[in-house]
């Protein structure tokens, strides 16, 4: 989950990081924007609080010279959208002149299967494509430890005061990193001010959703319960999806991502559902969506899944394709398609364009499937050859 | 000798009296599996399927050879769990779970890699070795399992438990027995990846070819693709990358844990270019396969 850069700011304070003295502004509060004003001090930074990068070119970040200049950029700032994300705040903060940036970031290498801290001495906005950047693992099992730090400083060719206060920032960022179970810690930019001070302009900050369970006290202080693990909009269909998976935890039935196509999908578990989609698309079909179902779910969960994507009139048939399942019955969800199909006074053999899910109580699911005269196919027939079925409309067995 | 688990691998379950837990153990049971005992803190002395519960891990290593371990404990409780069989002399540790914070996996790597031991997982369904036996759930119950899966010299390795057994099956209905299938688990960062495991199938004479499943997202190709040019396999290799709609789709998470793509590194397209210059056969369509291997194998 990202933090905003207020969020992020307070985390660097809280760990002895020097950051700007800023001020958060909200969207519709004249009284804030009032105050934020007549507080701040200009030159002032006048940045939106987004849960994207690119900021800056996307016009999301600003200067003002004085209280009016301020007062018009909130006003264009506030309610806009920056890269599709609507802004709810803006921090103000006095623009920090500097004379160098640097980039300092730890994250994990999955490779390496290792926390690593990464530096670069060309920070700023185009650190991505500046390359010359040092990367060292960082141990988790042992205590932290400066040295390592300093060293890999030292390799990027610093020295003196510079190296000694970096190696500071460096250790602190990732006391925060372990402290609080991140997956990416990244000052970007680490500035030197003229009066030699290391100062954090921007931070972005990813915390570990899997571990969230034991930061209850920054669940609370940042109010990160509900907040979206992924940032992208629902569509209406797709949070109908997400109610009816979250309605019932038997299985996973929910994660829906719609396409424009005509056929509906129910597919599963996470790669096949990956391979289905590609052989729908692989053989001329169109997809109306992708969803995951898996780990059993109930016939409920099923049913209403099957009748929400027939709801849309674009979607003329669904295919119901897993891999050779253990875990979740066959007969289950063949009970909940056909189902979902007669309670909208639908044809299942008409509706469903192939049922391909071999496994558990498989023998229990083809029996209603023939009763209903659908075509479905046992584990002879592969995930692609099921796929072209589904296209070509030719079905299996019935 | 089927590599990491065979027929007299002494096995024992961390977290037997879970739901989960205990109806694989019975499976396994009757797949052959010898599973040696149990650990649930708390409910030492019981029994399940006649199989001894102790409290702690020792209690089984003193009283038995513990060759691997099934560790299959809410997610919280992981790290304890691995470090106690780690620390008790166990050298293959099998995590199912799901859901396990980053830096708990990253330290049982670092324990593993301190005292010699090997972590598949987490959110791994399991490995098995077709006839011999099997670590974890993979396959589902026994009856199931010997439907998808039938003795052979096909290796396979996957990022997703699902897609093991399919590609097993798949391997099976044309006449194709394995050797051993690993599922490696769908987490953005697992104990052993396929470059790890590669070399443990190049030493089994009983593999004759590998196929691996792969998907958007992580770098677990880019370092196998990285072994593979300092040193090529004696296997004929076969790659099959789903996801390819999810090239499209940056930021946007698909199934598991891991697949995602956020940079050109992560797409399928990257993916099957780099394996493909290392010399692995990228297979393009799945029902292509069989056919593939076959010639591999023949010719």
């Known amino acids: ?398 | 000798m089927a590599i990491l688990v065979d027929k007299d691998t002494s096995i024992i379950v961390q977290g037997i009296t879970g739901r989960e837990a205990a109806s694989f153990t019975k499976d396994s049971l009757d797949y052959g599996a010898r599973i040696v005992g149990g650990v649930t803190p708390g409910k030492g002395g019981q029994e399940v399927f006649g199989l001894p519960v102790t409290d702690t891990v020792r209690e089984l290593t003193e009283r038995f050879r513990v060759d691997a371990t099934i560790i299959s404990v809410p997610p919280p409780f992981v790290k304890d769990a691995a470090f106690e069989a780690i620390e008790n002399g166990i050298r293959l540790l099998l995590v199912v779970t799901e859901r396990v914070p980053r830096r708990d996996v990253v330290e049982i790597v670092e324990l593993c890699r301190l005292r010699g031991a090997r972590m598949i997982g987490p959110n791994s369904l399991g490995v098995i070795s077709p006839g011999k036996s099997r670590l974890g759930m993979v396959g589902g119950p026994a009856e199931d399992v010997r439907k998808s899966y039938v003795p052979g010299n096909v290796g396979v390795m996957s990022r997703s438990g699902g897609m093991t057994t399919e590609i097993a099956n798949l391997l099976t209905v044309n006449g194709l027995g394995q050797s051993t299938c690993v599922s490696v688990g769908g987490d953005p960062i697992v104990g052993s990846q396929f470059a790890d495991l590669i070399d443990v199938f190049e030493a089994d004479p009983e593999t004759h070819a590998l196929v691996l499943f792969t998907e958007p997202g992580g770098a677990m190709e880019s370092a196998l693709a990285a072994r593979l040019r300092e040193r090529p396999s004696r296997l004929p290799l076969f790659i099959f990358i789903a996801g390819k709609f999810v090239d499209q789709m940056r930021g946007v998470r698909f199934g598991h844990a891991a697949t995602l793509v956020q940079s050109e590194a992560d797409t399928t397209e990257a993916k099957a270019r780099i394996l493909s210059e290392a010399g692995v056969t990228v297979v393009e369509e799945l029902s292509a396969l069989p056919g593939l291997v076959k010639e591999a194998l023949n010719g």
């Not at chain 1, 760990?15 to 700007?20: D, E, L, Q, R």
């Not at chain 1, 999908?265 to 990956?274: D, Q, T």
């Not at chain 1, 989609?277 to 049913?303: L, M, T």
């Open chain 1, 1 to 398: 989950m990202r933090l905003y850069e207020h969020e992020g700011k307070t985390l660097l304070e809280q760990a002895g990081i020097t950051v700007p003295k800023g001020t958060l502004v909200s969207s519709g509060s004249a009284a804030d924007a009032e105050s934020a004003a007549g507080a701040a001090t200009f030159p002032a930074a006048v940045k939106s609080q987004v849960l994207t990068g690119g900021r800056m070119k996307a016009g999301g970040i600003a200067f003002a010279e004085d209280a009016d200049q301020l007062n018009s950029e909130l006003t264009r700032l506030l309610g806009s959208e920056i890269r599709g994300h609507r802004v709810e705040t803006v921090l103000v903060e006095p623009r920090t002149q500097f004379d160098r940036e640097f980039y300092l970031g730890i994250t994990y290498d999955s490779a390496a299967k290792s926390a690593v801290a990464v530096f670069s001495q060309a920070g700023g906005i185009d650190v991505e494509q500046a390359g010359a950047a040092v990367k060292a693992e960082i141990p988790l099992l042992l205590p932290a430890s400066g040295f390592r730090f300093k060293e890999l400083l030292a390799s990027a060719g610093l020295q003196g005061r510079l190296l000694s206060g970096m190696t500071g920032v460096f250790t602190k960022l990732a006391g925060l990193f372990r402290d609080y179970d991140c997956i990416l810690a990244e000052i970007n930019p680490l500035v030197l001010t003229p009066e030699g001070k290391l100062v954090a302009l921007d931070v972005h900050v990813e915390l570990d959703d899997d571990a969230l369970y034991r930061h209850a006290d920054l669940v609370k202080q940042f109010g990160l319960e509900g907040r979206d693990a992924d940032a992208r909009e629902r569509s209406p269909l797709e949070r109908k999806a997400e109610e009816i998976d979250s309605a019932d935890h038997r299985g996973v039935a929910g994660r829906m991502v719609e396409f424009p196509g005509n056929l509906g999908l129910l597919i599963g578990g996470g790669g096949a559902s990956l391979t289905a989609f590609d052989a729908v698309q692989r053989h001329g079909g169109k997809p109306a969506n992708y969803c995951e179902i898996g780990g059993n779910p109930s016939v409920w969960k099923v049913k209403e899944l099957t009748k929400l994507l027939l709801s849309r009139e674009d979607v003329e048939r669904i295919a119901v394709i897993m891999n050779v399942v253990s875990n979740t019955r066959v007969d289950l969800v063949a009970r909940g398609v056909v189902k979902g199909i007669l309670e909208l006074g639908l044809d299942p053999a008409e509706k469903i364009a192939i049922f391909r899910i071999p496994g558990a109580w498989e023998e229990d699911g083809f029996a209603l499937l023939r009763k209903y005269g659908v075509p479905y196919a046992d584990r002879t027939v592969s995930i692609d050859q099921a796929a072209k079925m589904a296209v070509a409309g030719a079905g299996g067995e019935r």
